[in-house]
C-alpha cells in the first residue's frame, strides 16, 4: 500500500494560497497555520498505523493451537457440572448449558439390547451420557435435538405353538384342548422392534430444563408381521414434574436383565401408560435417594364374558391407579420399593355393579459386579395387579366374581437376570421368572395357575451401534385343572442403533 508523503505539502500550500483571499487579518492566518500543524500531525499518525498493517501482512500465517476441552464455564446441556476434555467435536448447543442444568445420572447406562434405559424419566432430567452424543443445536433456539432409535430384524424359530409369533409370552402357551395345542415347528422374520425416537432439551424458569421424549415402534399389533405404528412414549418433564404417556412409576426400568427376546422375563413390572408424576430428589452426590408419586391410568382387565356377569356388563374405573415409591442409587446398583393402589370395578344396565380395592408392593434393585457385570432382580406381590405383570397384562386377571362378589386376584410375580461380559464385544445374560395366580374357580380350568421363564444368550457388540444376539428360551404354563404346556424358541437378531 502506497504511503501519501506528498499530502501533507500539497494540503498546506493550498491553504496558504487560498488564506489571503480569505482575509488578511493575522490572526486568520496564525489559525491556518495552526490547522495546518495538526492535520500533519493526523496523516504521519496515519501512516504509522498503514506501515503496522503491512507489516502484519508481510508475516506467515499461523494456525491457532487446537482445543481439545471447552470451557470449565460450559457444559452439556442437562448437566450442572462442566464436563472438562470433550473433543472439540463436542455437540453443537455448549453454549446452552450454563441455562440446562441437572446433575449426571449415577445409573450406570448397561447398553441393554432392549435399550430401555434411555427414554426412562429421571430425577432433574439427569442424563445417562453427560457428553449429551447426538444433541444439536435447532437454529434459532435454546433446545437441543436428538434423532435417535435403531433398525432391528428378529429371526425365530419355534419348536412348537408357543401362542405368538413374535414375542415370547409364556402366558399364551397352549395347554390341551385349547386352539394351537401341539402344534408344529414354525419361523418367522420381523421387523416390528425397530425404533424411532425424538428428544428435546431446552431451558426453561427458575433455571430448569425440560425434557420432551418421544419415541415409536411397530408393535400395535404384536401377534402379525406387519409394521403398525405405535407410540411407545410421549412425555414432557420440568422442575421433576412429568406429564404423558411413558413408563409406569411402578416400573424399575433398569432392573430389566439383557435379554434378546421382546418381551422379556415373565415375572417382570412392565407397563407404559398416560400419568402425572412428582419425583422430590431427597438427597444428592454419589449416592442419590428420591421418593416419587404418581397417578396414572386406571384401567382395569376384568373378563365380564364370563358366566357369573350380567350380559351387558363393563369394566369401569372410578379413580386413578396410584403409585408411590422410593429409590436410593449410587455407584454399587440401585434399590427401589414401590407400591400401588387401585379401585376395580364393573356395572350393568340391567344388574348388579360391584367395586373392590386392589393394592401391590414390589422391591427391585441392580447390582454391578466386577467391571461391567450386572446382577438384577425383582419381587412382586399383590391383589388385582395382574395388568402391571408383563406377562399376565392381556390376560383379564385383576378380579373376578367369585360367589357373587367381586374379588382382585392375589399375584405374585418374580424375575432375576445376571449378565457377564467374556470380553470387550462379547457377554451373556442368564434370566428365569415365576409368576403364581391365585384364580378363583369361576374363571374355569383354563384360567393360568402359574407361568414358568428362563432364557440364555450370547451376544456379539463389535462397535457401539451395531450388534447381534442368539438367544434360546424356555416357557412353562400350568392351568388350574393341571393340564401343562411348554415351549422352546431360538431367536437370533441384529440392529443396528442410528445415534449411540
Known sequence: MKRPEYLPSLVALTVLFAAPFASAQDSDIAELKAMVR???????????????????????????????????????AGTKRPVEGLPS?????????????????????????????????????????????????????????????SARVDAIVDFGNNGNPNQFVPSTIPVPGEPGWDGGVRSTLQAKATRLSLELRRPVAFGDTLRVYSEYDFYDDSTSSALKFRARHFYGQAWNFLIGHTF????????????????????????????????????EGACTTQFFASIELPESKIDTDTSEFATDSSVVSPVPDGVVGIRRESPLGHVQATAIFRDLAYEADDGPD???????????????????DKLSAQLTYGEGIARYINDLSGEDLDAALDGGDLKAIPVFATMAGYTHHWSEHWRSTLAGGYIQVDAPGSLGGFAIDHTLYGSANLMWQPTPSFRTGLEYLYGSKETLDGSEGDAQRVNFVIRYDLVR
Not at 409406569?248 to 422379556?264: E, L, N, R
Open 354 to 372: 360391584d367395586d373392590v380395592s386392589g393394592w401391590g408392593v414390589s422391591l427391585s434393585g441392580s447390582l454391578n459386579v466386577l467391571e461391567k
Open 248 to 283: 409406569s412409576a411402578f416400573m424399575d426400568v433398569d432392573a430389566f436383565p439383557d435379554v434378546v427376546d421382546f418381551q422379556g422375563p415373565n415375572g417382570i413390572v412392565n407397563r407404559r401408560q398416560p400419568q402425572l408424576r412428582y419425583t422430590h430428589p431427597i438427597s
Open 38 to 76: 495538526e492535520m500533519r500531525q493526523t496523516i504521519t499518525e496515519q501512516n504509522a498505523r498503514i506501515a503496522a498493517l503491512e507489516n502484519q501482512q508481510a508475516r506467515p500465517k499461523t494456525k491457532p493451537a487446537a482445543t481439545t476441552s471447552i470451557k470449565s464455564a460450559e457444559a452439556p
Open 89 to 149: 467435536g463436542a455437540p453443537i448447543g455448549m453454549e446452552l448449558s450454563s441455562a440446562l442444568h441437572a446433575e449426571r445420572s449415577t445409573v450406570r447406562d448397561a447398553d441393554t439390547f432392549g435399550d430401555l434405559q434411555q427414554a426412562a424419566p429421571r430425577a432433574n432430567n439427569a442424563p445417562l451420557d453427560p457428553a449429551l452424543n447426538g444433541f444439536f443445536n435447532i437454529p434459532g433456539t435454546d433446545t437441543l435435538l436428538k434423532i435417535g432409535g
